[in-house]
Each structure stands twice: as structure tokens, then as C-alpha cells.
């Protein structure tokens, strides 16, 4: 699994699976910081990565980290935090620890980068590409002798897309002379007296 930016659909499911918050508690935090009445099934879709974040919960770090993040053992909240990134191959500017940090600037960091990337997880903008996986990506060439090749696809490709051409003009003459006989048939009156299907 390649590493992606974290995004808001991890920092729902860390609260939700890890510390245990149901999606009503979400609810009620979320309706705090955006206009409009959150409901438990869109909180779903956000985590399970069908709908986008909301752009509102940028910059509320403090009020998600207070309300969901007080622990009492920080040392271990400090390890679970790093588990779940690490597990979920989940990136953000030190993800993997600063010397000074504790459980409560790490988490903050978290928040901070999580809560402001709305983008769905799967979203191209949240791959983390490094630079020695770009000596795998060359610059395609092209070499002379493979335009003559190109030139006899297109000659070949030209040739059977005028053969079906033709059949279809074909097969629309034939219904159109099936056409006609018919129409000239029903309003002949000489084949009035005879009934039709």
C-alpha cells in the first residue's frame, strides 16, 4: 500500500474506531464549527471515503483535539496515534515525530493536516510520490523506424473502417428497397383486398 496525505476521512475513522466515538457525538462537534444539521450517515460516507470532507473543519484542531483527545495515559494515546498512522500508511508534514513532541503536539499535527485536506482518500492529490520512484518514470522516445509501423496501422485501419463504411450503406439499401416494396404494395389498390398481419 503506498503512502497518501492524510485526509478527513482518517481523522473520523481514528475518532470513531480507536477512541470509540460514535457518529452522534461527531454530529453535534461538526454542527458547531459548519451552518446546517449533520447527519450520522453522511459522517459514514465521509469515513468510508464516498463523499468528500467539509471545508469548514479547517483550522479546528483545538476544538476536536479537547473534545475527543484528553486522555489520561498521553503516553500511550502518543502510541496509538503512531500505530494508526503508521498502519494506515497515512503521510503529513513530520508524521514520523518530532524530538519534542508529545502526544498532544503529534495529535494537533494530525488534526491540522487532516482536518483541512477534504479531498477524498482515493483522490490523486493525496498520493505521495518520493523522488526514487521517480528514476522508474522515463521520458517515452520515439524512433524513427517506428513511424513506418504507425503508418501501415493507419493504412490498415483505414482500409477495414471503409469496408464497414460499406456494409452499413449496403444493409441501409437493402431495407430501404425493402422499405419502398412495402409501402408501394399497401397503397397499391390493386392489394386492397388483401388483409395484413
Do not use: A, W
Amino acid at each position: 500500500m503506498q503512502e497518501r496525505r492524510i485526509c478527513q476521512s482518517d481523522i473520523i475513522k481514528y475518532i470513531n474506531e480507536e477512541l470509540g466515538v460514535p457518529y452522534s457525538s461527531l454530529c453535534i462537534v461538526i454542527d458547531k464549527v459548519r451552518p446546517g444539521n449533520m447527519v450520522e450517515p453522511r459522517i459514514s460516507e465521509i469515513k468510508r471515503g464516498k463523499r468528500k470532507g467539509y471545508k469548514e473543519l479547517e483550522s479546528h484542531e483545538d476544538m476536536f483535539f479537547d473534545t475527543y483527545f484528553t486522555i489520561k495515559d498521553e503516553e500511550l494515546g502518543f502510541q496509538r496515534v503512531r500505530e494508526f498512522i503508521e498502519r494506515e500508511k497515512l503521510f503529513f508534514p513530520d508524521y514520523k515525530g518530532l524530538k519534542e513532541d508529545d502526544y498532544k503536539s503529534y495529535s494537533l499535527r494530525m488534526l491540522k493536516y487532516g482536518l483541512e485536506n477534504c479531498e477524498l482518500p482515493t483522490s490523486h492529490k493525496n498520493i505521495v510520490v518520493y523522488e526514487e520512484e521517480l528514476e522508474y518514470i522515463k521520458e517515452p522516445t520515439v524512433e524513427t523506424e517506428d513511424i513506418s509501423d504507425v503508418n501501415d496501422i493507419v493504412e490498415s485501419f483505414d482500409e477495414t473502417n471503409t469496408n464497414v463504411k460499406n456494409r452499413y450503406i449496403n444493409s441501409i439499401k437493402e431495407k430501404l428497397e425493402l422499405y419502398i416494396f412495402y409501402v408501394f404494395v399497401c397503397f397499391d389498390p390493386r392489394f386492397n383486398n388483401i388483409q395484413y398481419l
